[in-house]
T-cell receptor, first 113, second 114 residues
Framework: DTGVSQDPRHKITKRGQNVTFRCDPISEHNRLYWYRQTLGQGPEFLTY????????KSRLLSDRFSAERPKGSFSTLEIQRTEQGDSAMYLC???????????FGPGTRLTVT | GDSVTQMEGPVTLSEEAFLTINCTYTATGYPSLFWYVQYPGEGLQLLLK???ADDKGSNKGFEATYRKETTSFHLEKGSVQVSDSAVYFCALTTPVDSNYQLIWGAGTKLIIKP
C-alpha cells in the first residue's frame, strides 16, 4: 500500500500563470477529495469525486479552478490565472466506499509571487 | 452550519506531562469525530476516531471520548514525549453530507520540551 501521493510537492509560480497539480489516491479508493490549507488554519473543502464523477464543489472553488478525475483513478487540480491569494497548501485525500476515514497525501505547497 | 472549535495554541508542555487538547463541535444529527495529526513537513495522519456517543478512540497512547451531552471530543495523553510535538486537528463528518467532507478545527500546535 503506497498511500496517497501528490505531485509536485512544491510549486512557485508568477501571478497570472496556470498551474496543475496531480493526486494519486490509494488504489481502489473510489472517493477523492481536494482541500486547501492556509497557514495556521484547518483545511477547507474544495471538491469531491466519487469514481470519475465530480459530485460537489465548494463555493471557494472559483471559475479559475477546475478539477478532473478521468477514469476514476488519479485526479488533477488546475488553477488558471493564479493570484497571490491562491498561495496555500493543496491537500488530496481518498477513502473507500462508505468509510468516513480519509487518508491524506503530503500536499502541494503553492507560492504565487 | 456545522463547525469545530479547538483550544488555541501553542500548547507548551514538559516531557511526561499530561496533555489535554479541547475540542467542541456543532453539528446536525450524529457526526463522526476525528483527530488528525500533522508533524512538521508532513501530511495529515488520522490519529483516532469515534463514530457514536460514548465511543472512545485510542491510538499511540492518545485517547478521546465522544461526549454527546457536552458536544466534545477532547484529546488526552497521559505522558507526552518530545516526538509528540505536532499540530493536532479535530474534525467531523455528518450524515447530512453524503460526500462525507471533513469539517475542521483550526488546529492546536503542541510543543513538548525535554
Amino acid at each position: 500500500d503506497t498511500g496517497v501521493s501528490q505531485d509536485p510537492r512544491h510549486k512557485i509560480t508568477k501571478r497570472g500563470q496556470n498551474v496543475t497539480f496531480r493526486c494519486d489516491p490509494i488504489s481502489e479508493h473510489n472517493r477523492l477529495y481536494w482541500y486547501r490549507q492556509t497557514l495556521g488554519q484547518g483545511p477547507e473543502f474544495l471538491t469531491y469525486f466519487q469514481n470519475e464523477a465530480q459530485l460537489e464543489k465548494s463555493r471557494l472553488l472559483s471559475d479559475r479552478f477546475s478539477a478532473e478525475r478521468p477514469k476514476g483513478s488519479f485526479s488533477t487540480l488546475e488553477i488558471q490565472r493564479t493570484e497571490q491569494g491562491d498561495s496555500a497548501m493543496y491537500l488530496c485525500a481518498s477513502s473507500f466506499g462508505g468509510s468516513r476515514e480519509q487518508y491524506f497525501g503530503p500536499g502541494t505547497r503553492l507560492t504565487v509571487t | 452550519g456545522d463547525s469545530v472549535t479547538q483550544m488555541e495554541g501553542p500548547v507548551t508542555l514538559s516531557e511526561e506531562a499530561f496533555l489535554t487538547i479541547n475540542c467542541t463541535y456543532t453539528a446536525t444529527g450524529y457526526p463522526s469525530l476525528f483527530w488528525y495529526v500533522q508533524y512538521p513537513g508532513e501530511g495529515l495522519q488520522l490519529l483516532l476516531k469515534a463514530t457514536k456517543a460514548d465511543d472512545k478512540g485510542s491510538n499511540k497512547g492518545f485517547e478521546a471520548t465522544y461526549r454527546k451531552e457536552t458536544t466534545s471530543f477532547h484529546l488526552e495523553k497521559g505522558s507526552v514525549q518530545v516526538s509528540d510535538s505536532a499540530v493536532y486537528f479535530c474534525a467531523l463528518t455528518t450524515p447530512v453530507d453524503s460526500n462525507y467532507q471533513l469539517i475542521w478545527g483550526a488546529g492546536t500546535k503542541l510543543i513538548i520540551k525535554p
